[in-house]
C-alpha cells in the first residue's frame, strides 16, 4: 500500500490555494512581494511561504545508508509502511525489524535508507540496522565518556570471555575481577565492564570488568570511610574465607573478622560459622586509617551464654557433654552453645594417667562433676573422676535397695570368715578337746566359701572396688590368721597317741577275710597298735 501524491500534506496545502483563483491568478499573487503580503497578512501572522519553498519542501530525496525519521502509516502481514517526507510512503520488511520490535499506527521509528525511492516505488528501509548503528554510536560515546555499562558472557575462548553488547565483544582474562583461573563460572553472568578500545571496521569492542570493579570500589570506599567508627553496627558481605578468620566487604573496605570473633564456641575453622556469600551485621572494634585495616566482630551481636552459666551451671552439679578437643593438660567438653568446661588431666582418672586419651576420646559422651565457675573469665573447671565415684555409689547404693530380704549380703560373707577365725583360735586355746570339732568347722569354712562366691556373683560391677577393698583388709590380718590356724591344728606331742586311739575308734570296722587275715604293719604285731 502506498499514499498517492494529492494525500502529501505538502501537495494538500498547494491544491488549497488553486482551489478557486486560476494560475495564472496564483503566479501573479506568488511574484507580488513580501511587502503587499505582509500589509494583507498583518504585521503580527507569518508570511505564506513562496512556491519556490514549497517544490523545495515537497522534492524530498535520499540517499543509502541515510538515517531518517518517519511515522508508521500502516502495518500489513508482511511490511510495516512509514511516512518518512517522500514523494512515496518507504517500505520497512519484516526481516528488517527487530526481534522486540512490536510496531502500530502512529509510531515515530528511527530507519535507515537500504534503497532509496524509484518512480516506481518507495524506499526500502530497515529499523534493525538503524537500532545497530544508533547503538554503535552510544557504545563509541561509553568508551570517550568512561561510562560503565553491562555486557552478559555468552562463551569462553582462549585468553579470556566473549561478550554480548549488541556486538561482539571481548574480555581478556586479565581484566577479569577475579583470581581463580577457571573462568566457566561467569558463563551467563552480566558483568559491569569499561570499553577500553573500540574496532569500528571489524566492529568488535574490548572490554574490562576489572577497571569497573577497581572504579565502583574506589567511589564506594569514599563513602564508607566518611561513616565508619569504633563501635558502629555495619553490615557487611563474606568475600574470602582463610584458616585465621574472614574478610567482610563493608561497602569498598575488607574488614577482618577473626575466628575468635565468629561465635562464643571454640570453632577450629571458619567455614564452621559462616560461608562466602553471607550477608550479616558486624560491629566494628578497631579501625586504623594509616593502614586502612579495620577488624571486626559478629559474636559481640549475639547472646552471651556465660551471663547465665553461674546460675545454670553450679559447683557440685554434674552435667552431660561431649569431649570436644584433647590437649596434654586435659581435656575440652562442649557443653551447649558457647559453654565449653575442661577436665584437666588430674581430674580424669583415679589412677596415674600420662595421657588424657587413655580414658577419653574425642566424639565421647561423657558425664562430669562442676567444680568451678568463672563468668568473667569464662573458664569452668569440670571433674570426670568424680562424677564416675557418684556415680558408682548411686548404683551401689540403687542395688542394695533392690536386694530381697534373705539374701547374702557381704555382712554374711565377711562374718562367716571372722567367725571362721575365732574358732580356730579358740581351737588352739582348748587344747585336744577341739580336734573333734575341726571336721564340722571345715566343712562350715566350705560352706562359707560356696555362699561367699555365690553373693560375690550375684554383685555387679558398681561393687567391685567395695569388694576389693574388704579383701585387701583381710588380706592384711591374713598371717595372723594363718598363724592362730597353724597352732591350733597342730596337736601336742603328749597328746598325740591318744588322738591316734580315738581315731583308730573311730575308724569303721574292716570286715576280715576268711581266707586271707588282715596283715599288720611291718613291725607291729597284730593286735598292738601302730606306733606314731
Excluded at 579501625?287 to 551481636?301: A, F, H, W
Excluded at 565457675?373 to 548404683?395: C, G, I, N, P, Y
Excluded at 590380718?477 to 597317741?497: G, K, R, T, W, Y
Amino acid at each position: 500500500m502506498s499514499l498517492t501524491r494529492e494525500s502529501s500534506p505538502i501537495v494538500q496545502k498547494i491544491m488549497q490555494k488553486t482551489a478557486s483563483p486560476t494560475e495564472m491568478d496564483i503566479a501573479e499573487e506568488i511574484t507580488e512581494g513580501s511587502e503587499g503580503i505582509q500589509t494583507a497578512a498583518g504585521p503580527d501572522l507569518e508570511p505564506e511561504p513562496d512556491m519556490a519553498t514549497l517544490m523545495a519542501e515537497y522534492d524530498v530525496s535520499t540517499k543509502k545508508g541515510q538515517v531518517v525519521s518517519g511515522r508508521v502509516v500502516s502495518v500489513s502481514n508482511t511490511e510495516v509502511i512509514v511516512d518518512i517526507g517522500t514523494k512515496s510512503d518507504g517500505h520497512i520488511p519484516f526481516h528488517e525489524l527487530g526481534p522486540e520490535d512490536d510496531l502500530s499506527p502512529g509510531d515515530e521509528v528511527e530507519v535507515i535508507v537500504v534503497k532509496p525511492e524509484t518512480e516506481e516505488s518507495g524506499a526500502i528501509l530497515s529499523k534493525r540496522q538503524a537500532d545497530y548503528e544508533k547503538h554503535w554510536t552510544q557504545l563509541i560515546e561509553a568508551h570517550e565518556t568512561g561510562k560503565v555499562i553491562e555486557a552478559l558472557v555468552k562463551d569462553i575462548v582462549r585468553g579470556g570471555l566473549v561478550a554480548d553488547l549488541g556486538v561482539e565483544s571481548f574480555i581478556p582474562a586479565s581484566h577479569v575481577a577475579t583470581k581463580k583461573r577457571d573462568l566457566t563460572i561467569f558463563i551467563g553472568q552480566v558483568l559491569r565492564c569499561k570499553i577500553i578500545d573500540v574496532d569500528r571496521k571489524r566492529r568488535r569492542l574490548v572490554l574490562s570488568n576489572r577497571l569497573a570493579v577497581e572504579e565502583e570500589r574506589e567511589k564506594k570506599k569514599g563513602e564508607t570511610w566518611s561513616k565508619l567508627e569504633e563501635g558502629a553496627i555495619i553490615e557487611g558481605v563474606v568475600r574470602r574465607l582463610t584458616d585465621f578468620g574472614a574478610f567482610i566487604d563493608l561497602g569498598g573496605i575488607d574488614a577482618l573478622l577473626h575466628v575468635r570473633e565468629m561465635s562464643w564456641t571454640h570453632l577450629h575453622h571458619p567455614s564452621e560459622a559462616v560461608k562466602v556469600g553471607d550477608k550479616f551485621p558486624v560491629l566494628i572494634l578497631e579501625i586504623d586509617r594509616r593502614t586502612e585495616k579495620i577488624s571486626v566482630g559478629r559474636k559481640q551481636l549475639l547472646p552471651d551464654p556465660w551471663k547465665k552459666a553461674v546460675k545454670t551451671y553450679r559447683t557440685g552439679k554434674v552435667v552431660k557433654g561431649t569431649v570436644t578437643r584433647i590437649v596434654p593438660s586435659g581435656a575440652f567438653v562442649h557443653l551447649e552453645e558457647g559453654i565449653d568446661g575442661i577436665i584437666p588431666v588430674g581430674e580424669i582418672s583415679e589412677k596415674r594417667i600420662s595421657s588424657p586419651e587413655e580414658v577419653l576420646s574425642i566424639g565421647q559422651e561423657v558425664e562430669v562433676k562442676v567444680k568451678q565457675v568463672s563468668a568473667k573469665q569464662r573458664r569452668m573447671t569440670l571433674s570426670f573422676k568424680e562424677a564416675e565415684r557418684d556415680k558408682e555409689k548411686r548404683e551401689f547404693r540403687d542395688y542394695m535397695d533392690n536386694q530381697k530380704s534373705g539374701a547374702v549380703t557381704l555382712g554374711d560373707v565377711f562374718g562367716s570368715l571372722l567367725a571362721n577365725a575365732n574358732i580356730a583360735e579358740a581351737s588352739g586355746a582348748n587344747g585336744p578337746e577341739s580336734t573333734a570339732t575341726v571336721a564340722e568347722d571345715e566343712e562350715d569354712a566350705s560352706v562359707a566359701e560356696a555362699a561367699e562366691d555365690s553373693a560375690l556373683d550375684d554383685l555387679e560391677s558398681p561393687v567391685v572396688p567395695v569388694v576389693e577393698e574388704a579383701e585387701a583388709v583381710i588380706e592384711e590380718s591374713a598371717p595372723e590368721v594363718s598363724e592362730v590356724e597353724e597352732s591350733s591344728l597342730a596337736p601336742p606331742e603328749e597328746a598325740s597317741s591318744e588322738i591316734v586311739a580315738a581315731e583308730v575308734e573311730a575308724a569303721p570296722p574292716v570286715e576280715a577275710d576268711s581266707d586271707c587275715p588282715p596283715e599288720a604293719p611291718e613291725g607291729v604285731e597284730v593286735g598292738q597298735a601302730e606306733p606314731v
